[in-house]
């Protein structure tokens, strides 16, 4: 399910792969600030979500047909 609402990530790139989503911009602030604080010298970036794509082609069909036993 894609939430359509907006949402922030904090990403380092000389680490993982960001892991958590921030619903507001100030909280990813603050986390990126504390990470910052916690690792001198590497760089913290706050991301914005704004467009996201799904290919939805999967379908169920419903066979009308008795069952064989």
Do not use: C
Not at 46 to 52: H, I, R, S
Not at 56 to 69: N, T
């Amino acid at each position: 399910m894609v939430n359509e609402e907006g949402f922030w990530l904090v990403w380092n790139p000389s680490g993982r792969a960001p892991t958590g989503k921030h619903p507001h911009q100030h909280s990813a602030e603050a986390e990126a600030k504390r990470l910052a604080s916690a690792n001198p010298g590497q760089v913290f970036y706050v991301l914005e979500a704004g467009l996201a794509f799904v290919k939805d082609d999967v379908k169920r069909i419903q066979l009308d047909m008795p069952l064989p036993f």
